[in-house]
């Protein structure tokens, strides 16, 4: 157990290229933009850096419909400036971690632009094209099925309808996909995030599902995640591309059954490590086919959590995250509505840099960034937010709560630009901010933060540091506290009898703990100035140690 690989003791930041730096005044990010702000990431003591997609693309979905796989976008760069990416980061000893968006492409790739154009060309195959179309409704909304008149037929699509689906079956559309993947190891990147994996096997069949809403339609995610057969095409993904090379690998795994894990991660399994939402959506109704803000307890969480770390515990290991580029910011979608959003920040970041496994950090979250609400569905950009939006005026409900949905739930809210400091465009850009800055920005920078000892951002720092030289945050087991108590999430890691206790306070009101649980241990660290043992104050997190180790 000792033997834990460089990326088990490491946290990853993910950094959404669009958003995170500016280096031309064009009002998007790029990729000199990253390599200028490596030494901010050093200093915050990440290891690696998972950068979504950066490849070409028509920006539908912000580069997650790719049209070419061994390319850099022009918005972002060039080749050379990210070649210089990867040297400047290895000289500060960050790996690069790239998305690898493996279901489907742009519809612009070179690729579907052929297959499209008759049912005889030598790529007519790649895609899943049927003459009949199903009831499946595609995850941002709508049918899933779109008419091709060149074809007369229909192609499907799991996201939006630019784009279609891939055809894994064909052993040709396999080989390009491992080499492309292939040509990024040999420039050497460090691993791969793989993105919404789960849907690469359909079914041998395509029928029609029970409808799960007014529109007649169903899920796709109901009638294709997971497919019985998909895991022979992700050995064979593992042995083409993954083995044989010092990098980790993390899927993101809509649709996993937890029995299945060790079929999925670990030393029988695919990837190093998958992306699991239980605790991410507990706000989502079960079933509910768009999004509306639902009440979870906090012992629904520690459950969620604790599943997580049990399940990684002898297999696979865990990434554990509570923000990325699809989710609302933590702060917000954890914490009561009037929390102040520092005591917020630091408690989620304490659970995210004391639990096991390998904390991911998004772009933001560091500095305690928060969610946006903007007046009118027209200002949102993401595809997936208007499509619930449309869903939810479906469903009948009213403009305005349909927004509040959207408020609740946007992509947009984790993707507004980086704040780096107080000054204009909160230092992202010279030019026009292609989505608002937050109007919080002349606090809330990474700048100001640097400056204040108490800030979020120094106290991930410190945490960060201390975690990867703690032999307890590294090897520890995960002992869950107080399981029942619906105000103080409370955990312990042990290694052996040395051991440290992380407890927060997730309500408002000041609230009280049995001492006893504590040991003998001393109190190292919190986010207020003094702390009292036995009571948390509100939003109250501490660290407390044992006092042998
Ligand atoms: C994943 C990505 C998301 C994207 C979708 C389609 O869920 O995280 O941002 O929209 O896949 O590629």
Known sequence: MKNLKWWQKTAVYQIYPKSFMDTTGKGTGDLRGITSKLDYLQKLGVGAIWLTPIYPSPMIDNGYDISDYTAIDSSYGTMADFDELIDEAKARNIKIVMDLVYNHTSDKHAWFLESKSSRDNPKADWYIWRDEKTNWRSIFGGSAWEFCPERGQYYLHTFATQQPDLNWENPEVRRALFDAANFWLKKGVGGFRVDAITYIKKPAEFKDGESDGKDGLVSVHIMTAATKGILDFLHEFKREVFDRHDIFTVAEANGVAAEDLPKWVGSDGVFDMLFEFSHVNLSLKDGEIWCRPTKWKLTELKQAIANSQTAT??????????????????????????????????????????????????EGQELGMTNVAWDSIEKYNDISSRGQYEIALNEGFSKEKALEFVHFFSRDNARTPMQWNS?????FTAGKPWLPIHDDYKICNAATEDADKNSVLNYFRKLNAFRANSEILLFGDYEELLRDDENIFAFARAVENKKIYVLANFTLNEVTFPTEILGQSKFILGNYTAHNKGVLKPLEVVLYKEATS
Do not use: C, Q
């Open 313 to 362: 515990k002898n297999n696979g290991w865990y990434p554990i995250f509570f923000e990325n580029h699809d989710k609302p910011r933590s702060v917000n979608h954890f914490l009561p509505k009037a929390s102040d959003p520092i005591k917020a920040a630091k408690i989620l970041g304490t659970i995210l840099l004391t639990m096991r496994g390998t904390p991911f950090i998004y």
């Open 423 to 427: 000054s204009e465009n909160a230092g």
